[in-house]
């Protein structure tokens, strides 16, 4: 088991930023990328970016590139989420997600664990 736990969410408003935060712990294991979904209401949840382990590949959705920044930090076993130049339509449940071990992460179905989700308001 692995558990994923979110935090850094909150009410920003429009052409704000905010960090997000993703601390995994108990069965984490390497060679596992890394993701942020996010969902809104009445939407599907759609994958937004997602960082290989070693942190050398990154893939991000086209509605967030040059916007938000994904990392990670092995050592604390922690992800982040940089986001910036926020749009109302970035409003929703955001949660991260890790990936099955050795695959790239960036596709959605490749995804076994995810957390609980933080809430992020853009207001315009």
């Known amino acids: 088991q692995v558990q994923l736990v979110e935090s850094g969410g909150g009410l920003v408003q429009a052409g704000g930023s905010l960090r997000l935060s993703c601390a995994a712990s108990?069965?984490?294991?390497?060679?596992?990328?890394m993701g942020w979904f996010r969902q809104a209401p009445g939407k599907e949840r759609e994958l937004v970016t997602a960082?290989?382990?070693?942190?050398?590949?990154?893939y991000y959705a086209d509605s967030v590139k040059g916007r938000f920044t994904i990392s990670r930090d092995n050592a604390k076993n922690t992800v982040y989420l940089q986001m910036k130049s926020l749009k109302p339509e970035d409003t929703a449940v955001y949660s991260c997600?890790?990936?099955?071990?050795?695959?790239?992460?960036?596709?959605?179905?490749?995804?076994?664990?995810w957390g609980q989700g933080t809430q992020v308001t853009v207001s315009s």
């Open positions: 108990g069965r984490t294991s390497s060679n596992r990328a």
């Open positions: 997600a890790a990936a099955l071990p050795y695959y790239s992460g960036s596709y959605a179905n490749e995804y076994d664990y």
């Open positions: 960082i290989s382990w070693r942190g050398d590949s990154t």
